[in-house]
């Protein structure tokens, strides 16, 4: 069972997501929320799998929310749920944590899809976020990552999940999961939202 909580000020759309997550077998909603200053305590004493996290909440945002719940809780797992699409804020909600970047125009099959990729380590993000996030960087030739490991970032930046890295690249799961601990060593980050956010910031990688 993979346990969700929602932070979301809009009313309808926080129980929508409530009735799609709890009418799912599978998933289970154990809390939502209306603002981060909420959430932060609720979150803390009752931990869920993944965290559906917006961004343009009164109060709070949504992404000093996700800052401040990884320094609480640093295995927590964020995914961003919203309407915005600004590359700034995909970038600084990357930089504060987040494990993915989802619109809500997200079919629900999708999201759900989404919630059980981060879940399982991946980092999904909508097909328009990805292309905008890992389309405006050009390789870093000064980068001590080899050409296969900057192949797996570049997955990794397009939201893939460890299988579905190894089953573009036609390797295993467990190569995957070495490649990644490489380049976290290399890049001195400590969980994939990092290494996303520093590929992005430092340009490691682009799209081919």
């Known amino acids: 069972m993979i346990t969700v909580a929602i932070v979301e000020d809009d009313g309808d759309i926080r129980e929508s997501l409530a009735l799609l997550i709890n009418g799912t077998p599978g998933f289970s909603c154990i809390n939502a ?4 200053e909420t959430a932060l305590d609720g979150i803390v004493e009752d931990p ?32 961003v749920l919203t309407v915005h699409d600004e590359s ?3 970038f600084d909600a990357l930089c504060a944590g987040a494990c993915g970047y989802l619109l809500k125009d997200t079919p629900p099959a999708k999201l759900l899809e989404a919630i059980r990729e981060t879940y399982e380590g991946g980092a999904p993000m909508s097909t328009q976020i990805a292309r905008m996030v890992v389309g405006s960087f050009r390789i870093n030739p ?25 089953d573009t690249l036609f390797i295993s799961e467990e190569t995957v999961r070495r490649h990644i601990k490489h380049i976290y060593r290399k890049l001195q980050v400590g969980s994939k939202s990092e290494a996303v956010a520093k590929a992005l910031k430092e340009k490691l990688v682009f799209a081919l």
């Open 142 to 166: 000064h980068t001590a990552l080899t050409q296969r490991e900057t192949e797996v970032l570049e997955q990794l930046c397009k939201g893939k999940s460890y299988k579905m890295i190894a």
């Open 88 to 90: 700034k804020l995909v």
């Open 48 to 79: 869920p799998d993944v965290v559906l996290m917006d961004v343009g909440l009164p109060g709070m945002s949504g992404i000093e929310g996700i800052r401040l719940l990884k320094e609480r809780l640093d295995e927590i797992n964020l995914l």
């Open 33 to 36: 929320y209306g603002d981060c």
